[in-house]
């Protein structure tokens, strides 16, 4: 990644300190290997460190060139105060990206879980190692996060050593999703008891199936009644507004703050509703399923 050299020369000023404090950090460390990210938690934490200082260092220069005018101390304030707050505010999103990069990753392989599980099915039908079973659904790209996931169970076992049970628990402690990690404690249990794998993987993956397609009914709904808001805040809510405003126009009305009826249109047409809009899409988007090529 881009920011690794960056996060190694954090480590080499700001290791010592956080490896003193590393105790303050345990749950991120979590996240980290949730996420699998190529940081170590002490780089991590000294990556943090080095962006929040080298911040507030460059906007409090930048503060001080646009508020120089200010009358004296008013200036130095606003340009300190702007950089701690810019500064805060980079940390804080840094510190939370392990965490939404280990959601994103979830949601992902839980989109994809159903038709991955039911593709090992099939391949567990053929006798092959489960070891081999992982090495096959690594190399198959559409399936995303969950191919990143077989690949580290066979590094784990066909280059560290490990055993195939050791593997499997590693990466059901280390996954972001809960189904994920469910299956691999059920093969695990599967494997252990010398019960059929095929089975139970092709039970798991209907299993799977009926969820999401719950899951899908309950976001068909979720859509009907954001598409009536949509309809009521963009289609009727405008047409209403307008009148309003006109009348308020043709009897010479303001609003209570200072606004006249001309400029209260202009903002609701080129601000309120674009805006708005935006938020929409933003939610329809994130609401979207991931669609499995």
């Given at each position: 990644?881009?920011?690794?050299?960056?996060?190694?020369?954090?480590?080499?000023?700001?290791?010592?300190?956080?490896?003193?404090?590393?105790?303050?950090?345990?749950?991120?460390?979590?996240?980290?290997?949730?996420?699998?990210?190529?940081?170590?938690?002490?780089?991590?934490?000294?990556?943090?460190?080095?962006?929040?200082?080298?911040?507030?260092?460059?906007?409090?220069?930048?503060?001080?060139?646009?508020?120089?005018?200010?009358?004296?101390?008013?200036?130095?304030?606003?340009?300190?105060?702007?950089?701690?707050?810019?500064s805060?505010?980079?940390?804080?999103?840094?510190?939370n990206?392990?965490?939404?990069?280990?959601?994103?990753?979830?949601?992902?392989?839980?989109?994809?879980?159903?038709?991955?599980?039911?593709?090992?099915?099939?391949?567990?039908?053929s006798?092959?190692?489960?070891?081999?079973?992982?090495?096959?659904?690594?190399?198959?790209?559409?399936?995303?996060?969950?191919?990143?996931?077989?690949?580290?169970?066979?590094?784990?076992?066909?280059?560290?050593?490990?055993?195939?049970?050791?593997?499997?628990?590693?990466?059901?402690?280390?996954?972001?999703?809960?189904?994920?990690?469910?299956?691999?404690?059920?093969?695990?249990?599967?494997?252990?008891?010398?019960?059929?794998?095929?089975?139970?993987?092709?039970?798991?993956?209907?299993?799977?199936?009926?969820?999401?397609?719950?899951?899908?009914?309950?976001?068909m709904?979720?859509?009907?009644?954001?598409?009536?808001?949509?309809?009521?805040?963009?289609?009727?809510?405008?047409?209403?507004?307008?009148?309003?405003l006109?009348?308020?126009?043709?009897?010479?009305?303001?609003?209570?703050?200072?606004?006249?009826?001309?400029?209260?249109?202009?903002?609701?047409?080129?601000?309120?509703?674009?805006?708005?809009?935006?938020?929409?899409?933003?939610i329809?988007?994130?609401?979207?399923?991931?669609?499995?090529?």
């Open positions: 990644m881009v920011l690794k050299p960056l996060a190694r020369f954090a480590y080499r000023i700001f290791g010592r300190f956080v490896y003193k404090h590393k105790d303050l950090f345990l749950p991120l460390q979590e996240d980290l290997k949730k996420a699998r990210l190529p940081y170590s938690l002490d780089e991590y934490v000294s990556l943090i460190i080095l962006v929040a200082l080298l911040s507030f260092l460059i906007f409090l220069l930048i503060g001080w060139i646009l508020f120089h005018p200010l009358p004296f101390p008013m200036n130095i304030i606003t340009a300190l105060f702007g950089a701690i707050g810019t805060a505010i980079l940390s804080i999103i840094l510190y990206h392990p965490k939404m990069a280990a959601i994103s990753r979830a949601s992902e392989i839980d989109a994809v879980l159903p038709f991955a599980v039911m593709h090992m099915s099939t391949l567990a039908g006798g092959i190692p489960p070891h081999h079973l992982f090495r096959i659904m690594g190399l198959i790209e559409k399936y995303g996060e969950v191919a990143r996931e077989c690949n580290i169970i066979y590094r784990d076992v066909s280059i560290l050593g490990k055993d195939i049970f050791t593997a499997l628990s590693d990466a059901a402690k280390e996954s972001p999703s809960r189904l994920w990690a469910e299956l691999l404690w059920g093969i695990t249990s599967t494997l252990r008891s010398g019960g059929s794998l095929r089975e139970y993987l092709f039970m798991r993956a209907k299993d799977l199936r009926t969820m999401i397609e719950r899951k899908e009914r309950e976001l709904e979720t859509m009907n009644l954001l598409t009536e808001i949509y309809l009521i805040i963009f289609v009727m809510g405008p047409i209403l507004v307008a009148i309003v006109a009348l308020l126009s043709m009897m010479g009305g303001t609003f209570n703050i200072g606004i006249d009826p001309v400029q209260g249109f202009a903002l609701l047409t080129y601000l309120i509703l674009p805006v708005t809009g935006v938020i929409f899409l933003l329809a988007e994130m609401m979207k399923p991931r669609e499995v090529v």
